[in-house]
């Protein structure tokens, strides 16, 4: 895989008039706020842009500037000059989205996924940058591409979500400085901060609750884990999104290395959501011998079978790559 320059994106950016900005199936902030932190630039820049993800805008992330613009993929694929795909690490992932631009004739990857294969044209991935969001603004600002309080406002989201409001290791002293710097363009960092932590419907806590009765440990209190039904999730009335950073709770356990979220899909799969507080426990490894990916502290996989089978395959796999025995 050759990496592209950012002169040699700006340059794709700059020239062509019509822009597909994409990102993967149950989007997180870093998916949603990058796509809209471009788009929106791209939109200021005169382009012609649409924004779409497979899930569309979820209901977390309404508040997001420019929101209105992204929509589910619907109606007839459309002629663009280019396809983005942004914060997603296999092509696969971009779900239904892939379809509307099948007749794209340039397509850019920007990611930081160190699993991502570098399909596309125009290739850029960056593995030490904690957030897709944190290579859009580096991107934008080298490029003089257009920012404003909103595209700020996007592109926080996007790094304050990924790096667990600037803890996780992934931090650099950059983000530090790219976040002083968003600020600077308009960020209302207290407003933003309860829009996305202080804000979340009664049903999160109440899945909480549930997700915690399954609890369980293994290695010695290394491994923890909790697993949500079809049945529970339909009771709560939960939303897919409603579980998003739950599995915190395990990972700030003391003496817990590895922290797994189950949660039974309606295709005879399991999602597998993995996270790690070491470097010797690398889940983003674990994950691919699922057929998943990620990075190295926090990763996913869909895996066939029902919540009791994937418990334990995933569980003994874990175990065999983190030191159990004391
Ligand atoms: P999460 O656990 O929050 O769903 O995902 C954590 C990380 O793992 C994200 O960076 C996400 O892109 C990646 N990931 C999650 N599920 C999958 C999957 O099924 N396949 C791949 N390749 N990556 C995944
Ligand atoms: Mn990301």
């Known amino acids: 895989m050759t990496q592209s320059s950012f002169e040699e994106i700006g340059a794709v950016l700059r020239s062509k008039e019509s822009f597909a900005v994409l990102s993967h199936v149950r989007p997180d902030g870093d998916a949603l706020g990058s796509q809209l932190g471009l788009g929106l630039s791209l939109s200021k820049l005169g382009k012609k842009v649409v924004v779409r993800n497979e899930d569309g805008l979820l209901e977390k992330y309404s508040f997001l500037p420019g929101g209105e613009f992204l929509r589910t993929p619907l109606g007839e694929p459309q002629d ?15 779900g239904t989205a892939t379809e509307l631009v099948r007749s794209a004739k340039i397509w850019i990857n920007i990611d930081h996924h160190p699993s991502n294969p570098g399909y596309g044209d ?12 944190q290579i859009l603004f580096e991107l934008i600002t080298s490029q003089g591409l257009p920012i404003d309080a909103s595209i700020a406002e996007n592109l926080f989201v996007a790094i304050s979500t990924d790096t667990g409001s600037f803890q996780y290791p992934n931090t650099t002293a950059r983000t530090f400085e790219i976040g002083a710097e968003l600020l600077r363009c308009g960020v209302n960092i207290g407003r933003v901060s309860q829009l996305l932590y202080e804000s979340y419907p009664r049903r999160r806590a109440e899945l909480l609750r549930e997700l915690l009765g399954t609890m369980r440990f293994n290695g010695h209190g290394k491994v923890a884990s909790f697993s949500l039904s079809l049945k529970t999730a339909a009771e709560l009335h939960a939303k897919p999104e409603d579980n998003e950073g739950l599995i915190d709770h ?13 949660e039974e899909l ?33 990763a996913g996989a869909r895996v066939r079978g029902t919540l009791a089978e994937v418990e334990e395959k995933v569980l003994k796999e874990i175990c065999n790559v983190v030191d159990c025995n004391s």
């Open 80 to 94: 663009f000059d280019v396809a983005i795909a942004l914060d997603t690490a296999t092509q696969n992932r971009l």
């Open 122 to 133: 125009l290739v850029y991935i960056d593995p030490t940058a904690p957030a897709t969001g």
């Open 250 to 262: 395990l990972r700030a356990i003391q003496g817990v290395v590895v922290a797994v979220f189950f």
């Open 266 to 298: 309606v295709d005879g799969k399991v999602r597998v959501s993995m996270r790690s507080k070491s470097d010797a426990a690398d889940v983003c490894a674990i994950c691919q011998k699922f057929g998943g990916g990620g990075h190295k502290l926090a």
